[in-house]
Protein backbone atom coordinates (compact mmCIF):
# COMPACT_ATOMS: atom_id res chain seq x y z
CA UNK A 1 0.00 0.00 0.00
CA UNK A 2 1.23 3.74 -1.21
CA UNK A 3 -0.01 6.78 0.92
CA UNK A 4 -1.31 9.34 -1.51
CA UNK A 5 0.61 12.42 0.27
CA UNK A 6 -1.90 15.52 -1.06
CA UNK A 7 -0.24 17.33 1.57
CA UNK A 8 3.49 17.11 0.53
CA UNK A 9 2.29 16.63 -3.52
CA UNK A 10 0.42 20.12 -2.72
CA UNK A 11 3.72 21.98 -1.23
CA UNK A 12 5.43 20.75 -4.47
CA UNK A 13 2.97 22.42 -6.67
CA UNK A 14 3.16 25.30 -4.78
CA UNK A 15 6.71 25.86 -5.09
CA UNK A 16 6.46 25.10 -9.33
CA UNK A 17 3.84 27.90 -8.72
CA UNK A 18 6.02 30.11 -7.11
CA UNK A 19 9.37 29.82 -9.44
CA UNK A 20 6.95 30.98 -12.10
CA UNK A 21 5.22 34.08 -10.12
CA UNK A 22 8.87 34.96 -9.65
CA UNK A 23 10.03 34.89 -13.26
CA UNK A 24 7.23 37.29 -13.95
CA UNK A 25 7.83 39.62 -10.96
CA UNK A 26 11.31 39.57 -12.59
CA UNK A 27 10.02 40.48 -15.87
CA UNK A 28 8.21 43.56 -13.93
CA UNK A 29 4.97 42.17 -14.24
CA UNK A 30 2.59 42.23 -11.18
CA UNK A 31 1.72 39.06 -9.10
CA UNK A 32 -1.29 37.48 -10.14
CA UNK A 33 -4.31 38.59 -7.40
CA UNK A 34 -6.81 36.28 -5.49
CA UNK A 35 -10.18 37.99 -4.27
CA UNK A 36 -11.88 35.65 -1.52
CA UNK A 37 -15.24 37.36 -0.28
CA UNK A 38 -15.74 35.85 3.44
CA UNK A 39 -19.64 36.70 4.94
CA UNK A 40 -20.22 35.93 8.75
CA UNK A 41 -17.73 34.12 11.01
CA UNK A 42 -18.42 30.18 10.43
CA UNK A 43 -15.70 28.69 11.84
CA UNK A 44 -15.19 26.10 9.08
CA UNK A 45 -15.05 29.19 6.63
CA UNK A 46 -12.93 30.81 8.25
CA UNK A 47 -10.72 28.40 8.54
CA UNK A 48 -10.75 27.85 4.99
CA UNK A 49 -10.28 30.97 3.66
CA UNK A 50 -7.29 31.56 5.75
CA UNK A 51 -5.81 28.38 4.43
CA UNK A 52 -6.30 29.98 1.03
CA UNK A 53 -4.64 33.17 2.38
CA UNK A 54 -1.48 31.28 3.32
CA UNK A 55 -1.71 29.35 -0.37
CA UNK A 56 -1.11 32.72 -2.18
CA UNK A 57 1.48 33.64 -0.16
CA UNK A 58 3.11 30.49 -0.61
CA UNK A 59 2.56 30.95 -4.51
CA UNK A 60 3.80 34.48 -4.58
CA UNK A 61 -0.01 35.52 -5.19
CA UNK A 62 -1.72 38.89 -3.82
CA UNK A 63 -4.85 38.04 -1.76
CA UNK A 64 -7.55 40.16 -0.19
CA UNK A 65 -9.88 39.10 1.82
CA UNK A 66 -13.30 40.92 2.04
CA UNK A 67 -15.68 40.80 4.89
CA UNK A 68 -19.04 41.05 5.03
CA UNK A 69 -21.54 40.53 8.13
CA UNK A 70 -24.04 37.96 8.08
CA UNK A 71 -26.77 40.54 7.51
CA UNK A 72 -25.62 41.44 4.26
CA UNK A 73 -28.08 41.37 1.79
CA UNK A 74 -28.07 39.61 -1.90
CA UNK A 75 -28.36 42.92 -3.46
CA UNK A 76 -24.99 44.34 -1.73
CA UNK A 77 -23.16 41.00 -2.93
CA UNK A 78 -24.66 41.15 -6.13
CA UNK A 79 -23.05 44.45 -5.93
CA UNK A 80 -19.47 43.85 -4.85
CA UNK A 81 -19.36 40.86 -7.36
CA UNK A 82 -20.33 43.64 -10.10
CA UNK A 83 -17.28 45.58 -8.99
CA UNK A 84 -14.88 42.61 -8.65
CA UNK A 85 -16.17 41.41 -12.07
CA UNK A 86 -14.71 44.76 -13.64
CA UNK A 87 -11.45 45.35 -11.59
CA UNK A 88 -8.60 44.98 -13.56
CA UNK A 89 -6.41 44.31 -10.89
CA UNK A 90 -8.04 40.80 -9.73
CA UNK A 91 -7.70 38.21 -11.45
CA UNK A 92 -10.31 35.67 -9.94
CA UNK A 93 -12.20 35.83 -7.16
CA UNK A 94 -14.10 33.77 -5.11
CA UNK A 95 -17.37 33.48 -2.56
CA UNK A 96 -16.54 31.57 0.15
CA UNK A 97 -19.85 29.00 0.62
CA UNK A 98 -21.81 28.39 2.49
CA UNK A 99 -24.16 31.81 2.17
CA UNK A 100 -26.62 32.50 5.00
CA UNK A 101 -29.82 31.11 4.27
CA UNK A 102 -31.62 34.62 2.71
CA UNK A 103 -28.74 34.61 0.00
CA UNK A 104 -29.51 32.64 -3.19
CA UNK A 105 -26.38 31.22 -3.83
CA UNK A 106 -27.37 29.96 -7.36
CA UNK A 107 -27.55 33.98 -7.99
CA UNK A 108 -24.64 34.32 -6.16
CA UNK A 109 -22.27 32.09 -8.52
CA UNK A 110 -23.67 32.66 -11.30
CA UNK A 111 -23.18 36.49 -11.05
CA UNK A 112 -19.44 35.96 -10.88
CA UNK A 113 -18.14 36.04 -14.78
CA UNK A 114 -16.87 33.21 -15.98
CA UNK A 115 -13.35 34.65 -16.47
CA UNK A 116 -12.84 35.50 -12.76
CA UNK A 117 -14.56 32.45 -11.11
CA UNK A 118 -11.73 30.44 -10.07
CA UNK A 119 -13.56 28.14 -8.34
CA UNK A 120 -15.03 26.73 -11.46
CA UNK A 121 -18.63 26.73 -10.23
CA UNK A 122 -19.97 28.95 -12.61
CA UNK A 123 -22.58 26.91 -15.08
CA UNK A 124 -20.44 28.13 -18.17
CA UNK A 125 -17.16 26.33 -16.70
CA UNK A 126 -19.21 23.62 -15.59
CA UNK A 127 -20.27 23.11 -18.87
CA UNK A 128 -17.13 23.80 -20.69
CA UNK A 129 -15.48 20.68 -18.56
CA UNK A 130 -18.33 18.16 -19.06
CA UNK A 131 -17.50 18.85 -22.61
CA UNK A 132 -13.44 18.91 -22.40
CA UNK A 133 -13.07 22.78 -23.43
CA UNK A 134 -10.34 24.98 -21.82
CA UNK A 135 -12.38 26.10 -18.48
CA UNK A 136 -11.71 26.42 -14.70
CA UNK A 137 -12.04 23.05 -13.68
CA UNK A 138 -14.27 22.65 -10.68
CA UNK A 139 -11.32 22.65 -7.54
CA UNK A 140 -11.71 19.24 -5.89
CA UNK A 141 -12.19 16.96 -9.08
CA UNK A 142 -8.94 18.96 -10.31
CA UNK A 143 -6.53 17.89 -7.53
CA UNK A 144 -7.77 14.21 -7.11
CA UNK A 145 -7.00 13.92 -11.02
CA UNK A 146 -3.85 16.03 -10.39
CA UNK A 147 -2.91 13.36 -7.77
CA UNK A 148 -3.83 10.19 -9.67
CA UNK A 149 -1.37 11.32 -12.32
CA UNK A 150 1.51 12.30 -9.75
CA UNK A 151 1.47 8.96 -8.29
CA UNK A 152 0.84 7.28 -12.03
CA UNK A 153 -2.79 5.63 -10.99
CA UNK A 154 -3.40 4.11 -14.11
CA UNK A 155 -6.89 4.94 -15.40
CA UNK A 156 -7.43 3.91 -18.84
CA UNK A 157 -9.89 1.60 -18.92
CA UNK A 158 -10.46 1.28 -14.99
CA UNK A 159 -13.42 1.24 -13.34
CA UNK A 160 -13.94 4.25 -10.92
CA UNK A 161 -16.57 4.29 -8.56
CA UNK A 162 -17.63 7.16 -7.52
CA UNK A 163 -20.35 7.50 -4.23
CA UNK A 164 -21.41 10.98 -3.69
CA UNK A 165 -23.57 12.56 -6.76
CA UNK A 166 -22.61 16.76 -5.95
CA UNK A 167 -22.23 19.54 -8.22
CA UNK A 168 -18.99 20.60 -6.75
CA UNK A 169 -17.35 16.60 -5.91
CA UNK A 170 -19.16 13.86 -7.83
CA UNK A 171 -20.83 15.31 -11.07
CA UNK A 172 -17.88 17.31 -11.95
CA UNK A 173 -15.38 14.28 -10.74
CA UNK A 174 -17.50 12.07 -13.38
CA UNK A 175 -17.14 14.26 -16.20
CA UNK A 176 -13.28 14.96 -15.67
CA UNK A 177 -12.60 10.84 -15.26
CA UNK A 178 -14.44 9.51 -18.39
CA UNK A 179 -12.49 12.39 -20.55
CA UNK A 180 -10.56 11.32 -23.23
CA UNK A 181 -6.60 11.06 -21.96
CA UNK A 182 -7.97 9.93 -18.58
CA UNK A 183 -10.19 7.30 -20.17
CA UNK A 184 -11.55 5.50 -16.85
CA UNK A 185 -14.98 3.69 -16.79
CA UNK A 186 -17.40 5.76 -14.03
CA UNK A 187 -19.74 4.67 -12.33
CA UNK A 188 -21.39 7.19 -9.84
CA UNK A 189 -23.65 5.83 -6.89
CA UNK A 190 -25.60 8.26 -4.61
CA UNK A 191 -28.30 7.59 -1.52
CA UNK A 192 -30.78 5.49 -3.69
CA UNK A 193 -27.97 3.23 -5.28
CA UNK A 194 -28.86 -0.27 -5.21
CA UNK A 195 -26.68 -2.41 -4.46
CA UNK A 196 -23.64 -0.39 -3.61
CA UNK A 197 -20.93 -2.43 -2.10
CA UNK A 198 -21.10 -5.30 -4.88
CA UNK A 199 -20.75 -1.58 -7.14
CA UNK A 200 -17.71 -0.33 -4.86
CA UNK A 201 -16.09 -3.79 -4.73
CA UNK A 202 -15.71 -3.76 -8.65
CA UNK A 203 -14.26 -0.33 -8.31
CA UNK A 204 -10.38 -0.30 -9.69
CA UNK A 205 -10.27 3.73 -8.17
CA UNK A 206 -13.12 4.24 -5.52
CA UNK A 207 -14.19 7.81 -4.49
CA UNK A 208 -15.95 8.25 -1.56
CA UNK A 209 -17.75 11.59 -1.52
CA UNK A 210 -20.74 11.49 0.82
CA UNK A 211 -19.91 13.35 3.94
CA UNK A 212 -20.42 10.11 6.31
CA UNK A 213 -17.18 9.46 8.43
CA UNK A 214 -15.80 5.67 8.07
CA UNK A 215 -18.78 4.62 5.31
CA UNK A 216 -16.76 2.66 3.39
CA UNK A 217 -15.35 -0.80 4.88
CA UNK A 218 -13.05 -3.11 3.87
CA UNK A 219 -15.51 -5.59 2.56
CA UNK A 220 -16.23 -2.57 0.04
CA UNK A 221 -12.95 -2.58 -1.46
CA UNK A 222 -11.47 -5.03 -4.28
CA UNK A 223 -7.70 -6.05 -3.24
CA UNK A 224 -5.41 -3.87 -4.97
CA UNK A 225 -8.19 -0.85 -5.28
CA UNK A 226 -7.02 3.16 -4.76
CA UNK A 227 -9.02 4.80 -2.89
CA UNK A 228 -9.72 8.28 -2.51
CA UNK A 229 -11.31 9.93 0.69
CA UNK A 230 -13.07 13.29 -0.31
CA UNK A 231 -15.03 13.17 2.99
CA UNK A 232 -14.19 16.30 6.14
CA UNK A 233 -16.61 15.25 8.66
CA UNK A 234 -16.42 17.23 12.04
CA UNK A 235 -16.60 14.61 14.64
CA UNK A 236 -15.69 15.88 18.18
CA UNK A 237 -13.16 14.95 19.72
CA UNK A 238 -12.22 15.96 23.35
CA UNK A 239 -8.59 15.40 23.10
CA UNK A 240 -8.48 17.93 20.57
CA UNK A 241 -7.13 21.96 21.73
CA UNK A 242 -10.07 22.87 18.82
CA UNK A 243 -12.72 20.08 20.82
CA UNK A 244 -13.48 17.85 17.16
CA UNK A 245 -11.20 15.92 14.58
CA UNK A 246 -11.69 15.42 10.83
CA UNK A 247 -13.02 12.20 9.81
CA UNK A 248 -12.94 10.56 6.59
CA UNK A 249 -15.66 8.73 4.32
CA UNK A 250 -13.15 5.55 4.57
CA UNK A 251 -12.38 3.55 7.55
CA UNK A 252 -9.14 4.18 6.84
CA UNK A 253 -6.93 1.44 9.56
CA UNK A 254 -9.06 -1.14 8.22
CA UNK A 255 -9.35 -0.62 4.40
CA UNK A 256 -5.66 0.59 3.79
CA UNK A 257 -4.39 -2.81 3.89
CA UNK A 258 -5.99 -3.85 0.98
CA UNK A 259 -5.40 -0.89 -1.59
CA UNK A 260 -2.82 -0.52 -3.84
CA UNK A 261 -3.04 3.68 -3.21
CA UNK A 262 -4.95 5.62 -0.52
CA UNK A 263 -5.31 9.34 0.61
CA UNK A 264 -5.52 9.87 4.08
CA UNK A 265 -7.22 12.51 5.61
CA UNK A 266 -6.45 15.14 6.47
CA UNK A 267 -3.81 15.80 4.49
CA UNK A 268 -5.09 13.95 1.54
CA UNK A 269 -7.55 15.26 -0.94
CA UNK A 270 -7.98 18.88 1.01
CA UNK A 271 -4.83 20.40 0.71
CA UNK A 272 -4.73 20.01 -3.31
CA UNK A 273 -8.74 21.38 -3.63
CA UNK A 274 -6.47 24.66 -2.74
CA UNK A 275 -4.03 24.02 -5.23
CA UNK A 276 -6.76 23.45 -7.72
CA UNK A 277 -7.36 26.93 -6.57
CA UNK A 278 -3.87 28.42 -6.95
CA UNK A 279 -3.32 26.41 -10.48
CA UNK A 280 -6.90 28.03 -11.88
CA UNK A 281 -5.66 31.48 -10.08
CA UNK A 282 -2.29 31.67 -12.42
CA UNK A 283 -4.45 30.66 -15.11
CA UNK A 284 -7.11 33.57 -15.24
CA UNK A 285 -3.89 35.79 -14.55
CA UNK A 286 -2.73 34.35 -17.84
CA UNK A 287 -5.45 34.95 -19.55
CA UNK A 288 -5.51 38.30 -18.65
CA UNK A 289 -2.11 38.99 -19.52
CA UNK A 290 -2.65 37.57 -23.32
CA UNK A 291 -5.83 40.03 -23.31
P1 LIG B 1 -23.18 16.60 -0.43
O1 LIG B 1 -23.54 17.75 -1.29
O2 LIG B 1 -23.82 16.45 0.91
O3 LIG B 1 -23.43 15.27 -1.26
C1 LIG B 1 -23.31 14.00 -0.68
C2 LIG B 1 -23.61 12.96 -1.71
O4 LIG B 1 -23.46 11.69 -1.10
C3 LIG B 1 -25.03 13.03 -2.27
O5 LIG B 1 -25.00 12.82 -3.66
C4 LIG B 1 -25.76 11.90 -1.55
O6 LIG B 1 -26.77 11.29 -2.30
C5 LIG B 1 -24.62 10.91 -1.34
N1 LIG B 1 -24.90 10.05 -0.20
C6 LIG B 1 -25.19 10.41 1.06
N2 LIG B 1 -25.39 9.32 1.83
C7 LIG B 1 -25.21 8.26 1.03
C8 LIG B 1 -25.29 6.86 1.23
N3 LIG B 1 -25.59 6.35 2.43
N4 LIG B 1 -25.03 6.04 0.19
C9 LIG B 1 -24.73 6.55 -1.03
N5 LIG B 1 -24.64 7.88 -1.29
C10 LIG B 1 -24.89 8.71 -0.28
O7 LIG B 1 -21.63 16.53 -0.14
P2 LIG B 1 -20.34 17.18 -0.87
O8 LIG B 1 -20.42 18.65 -0.79
O9 LIG B 1 -20.07 16.53 -2.17
O10 LIG B 1 -19.22 16.70 0.16
C11 LIG B 1 -19.02 15.33 0.49
C12 LIG B 1 -17.95 15.23 1.54
O11 LIG B 1 -16.74 15.73 1.00
C13 LIG B 1 -18.19 16.07 2.81
O12 LIG B 1 -17.63 15.41 3.92
C14 LIG B 1 -17.42 17.35 2.53
O13 LIG B 1 -17.02 18.01 3.72
C15 LIG B 1 -16.23 16.79 1.79
N6 LIG B 1 -15.57 17.73 0.89
C16 LIG B 1 -14.21 17.81 1.00
C17 LIG B 1 -13.51 18.61 0.15
C18 LIG B 1 -12.03 18.66 0.27
O14 LIG B 1 -11.42 19.53 -0.30
N7 LIG B 1 -11.43 17.73 0.99
C19 LIG B 1 -14.17 19.38 -0.82
C20 LIG B 1 -15.56 19.26 -0.93
C21 LIG B 1 -16.24 18.41 -0.08
P3 LIG B 1 -28.11 12.07 -2.77
O15 LIG B 1 -27.67 12.96 -3.90
O16 LIG B 1 -29.01 10.99 -3.22
O17 LIG B 1 -28.58 12.83 -1.58
Do not use: W
Request: include cysteine; glycine fraction near 8%; proline fraction near 5%.
Amino acid sequence: MELIDGKATSAKIKAEIAAQVAGFVAEGKRSPHLVAILVGHDGGSETYVANKVKACDACGFKSTVIRRESDVTEEELLKLIGELNHDGDVDGFIVQLPLPRHIDEQRVTEAILPEKDVDGFHPVNVGRQSIGLPCFNSATPAGIVELLKRYNVPTRGKNCVIIGRSNIVGKPLAALMMQKGIDATVTVCHSATDNLKEICRNADILVAALGRPEFVTADMVKDGATVIDVGTTRVPDATRKSGFRLCGDVDFDNVSPKCSFITPVPGGVGPMTIVSLMQNTLKAYLNNNIR
